[in-house]
């Protein structure tokens, strides 16, 4: 009914709302009784396919990474479909200590939020700041354990941040050059602010697939998981790792003169070091406790 029912000013709105209701059904039966990981990925396939097809959301040029600009249409879809589907397993799989999934979905969408204002994308702001206050109210009672995000908190923290960044880098496309507010390098920048649940997701992905064993498989090797081993709680494994995201976007703002490729291989380079670091670590205290 969302979809279809005629509405000239919020038609975009109207087909995220229904991607959002989707994955929300989605989350409710997989928090209740556990559904095959191959039904949650179609659940998100559909609600990915409806905010690019129906909400008008994806990448409408690759912005200059690896030196490319424009792109075919039905590569521009494909690769925005796959940009949703990570972020939303992406918030998902880090979703295993108190507070840390919600502190990176209000960590990035107040950042992008206050972008999106001041360059006057007022839905797209809107938005950004309804994640940001649904998860300030939510980390309250987190932090205490009284409540948990589950999976259709996480989900949904993936989807709307995932419409956040498509429609930043858009929107930042559009300004002049010259404008303030225009950031050169912006996919790097996006990349930035979610390093941590796009790095752990590849992180662990890269070790499950080379110890060969399915990528899917749940494990503790997630950097959240290395913190606590290492004897810190669930608040302070939360903030080590959310204050090395603020590092990293401070970073970004110190080196944004430089091109988006050349910024995210250094950016990359840092969190391999500091996971590397964070596993020498962990293997040296199993080591003492041994």
């Not at 087909?15 to 191959?38: E, H, N, T």
């Not at 209000?106 to 006057?120: N, P, Q, T, V």
């Not at 007022?122 to 950004?128: C, G, R, T, V």
């Amino acid at each position: 009914m969302l979809l279809w029912t005629p509405n000239q000013f919020f038609s975009h709105f109207q087909a995220l709302l229904s991607a959002f209701l989707i994955l929300f059904l989605v989350g409710v039966r997989d928090d209740i009784k556990a559904i095959l990981p191959g039904k949650k990925l179609l659940g998100q396939l559909l609600a990915a396919t409806i905010v690019v097809f129906k909400g008008n959301v994806f990448f409408k040029s690759f912005h200059g990474v690896l030196g490319i600009e424009e792109i075919p249409l039905w590569a521009s879809y494909a690769f925005s479909i796959f940009t949703i589907i990570l972020l939303i397993n992406a918030f998902n799989l880090i979703d295993g200590i108190n507070g840390l999934a919600g502190s990176v979905a209000m960590l990035f969408s107040i950042s992008i939020g206050l972008w999106l204002y001041l360059a006057g994308a007022e839905i797209e702001f809107l938005l950004a700041f309804a994640l940001a206050g649904a998860t300030l109210g939510f980390l309250a009672y987190n932090f205490r354990s009284r409540i948990f995000m589950g999976d259709t908190g996480s989900m949904l923290s993936g989807l709307v941040s995932a419409v956040l960044l498509i429609r930043f880098l858009e929107w930042n496309e559009t300004l002049p050059k010259g404008n303030p507010l225009h950031i050169a390098p912006a996919p790097a920048v996006a990349v930035g602010l979610l390093i941590l649940p796009l790095f752990d997701t590849l992180r662990v992905f890269v070790l499950r697939i080379l110890r060969g064993k399915s990528p899917l498989q749940a494990d503790r090797t997630h950097l959240h998981h290395l913190l606590l081993d290492l004897g810190l709680n669930h608040i302070q494994a939360t903030a080590v790792l959310i204050l090395s995201n603020i590092g990293i976007i401070a970073l970004c703002y110190y080196f944004q003169k430089l091109q988006s490729g050349p910024l995210i291989l250094l950016i990359l380079a840092i969190a391999v070091l500091l996971s590397g670091f964070l596993a020498f670590l962990h293997r040296r205290a199993k080591r003492i406790h041994d």
